[in-house]
Nanobody, 121 residues
Framework: VQLQASGGGLVQAGGPLRLSCAAS????????MAWYRQAPGKERELVAS???????DYAESVKGRFTISRDNVQRTVDLRATNLRSDDTGVYYC????????????????WGQGTLVTVSS
């Protein structure tokens, strides 16, 4: 299973951003999909997650500014951000929880390679 993230880069404060992540490989079912980020000198934190039926969860710091969505056919998860702030700077990682086959007894978690987002003021 591979995760390929795109988007990111240098963004002006107050501006928009879109990150996308595509999962590929032998996957039977994708349960949870999420975006995490790690700011310089800080631990990795959950930004947003979305369940297989579309239920979402957001970090308090991004509520009202970030939106997570997924396409179960394309196996992608998107993160759209508005009104970016300097404290949104960090490396963003996509994360998926998958069931590899219909006979799997447990799910497996995969991480993308990370994409750097730098918000300039």
């Amino acid at each position: 299973v591979q995760l390929q993230a795109s988007g990111g880069g240098l963004v002006q404060a107050g501006g928009p951003l879109r990150l996308s992540c595509a999962a590929s490989g032998p996957i039977h079912f994708i349960a949870n999909m999420a975006w995490y980020r790690q700011a310089p000198g800080k631990e990795r934190e959950l930004v947003a997650s979305i369940g297989s039926r579309g239920s979402t969860d957001y970090a308090e710091s991004v509520k009202g500014r970030f939106t997570i969505s997924r396409d179960n056919v394309q196996r992608t998860v998107d993160l759209r951000a508005t009104n970016l702030r300097s404290d949104d700077t960090g490396v963003y990682y996509c994360n998926v929880e998958v069931w590899l086959t219909r006979h799997s007894v447990r799910s497996v978690e995969y991480w993308g390679q990370g994409t750097l987002v730098t918000v300039s003021s």
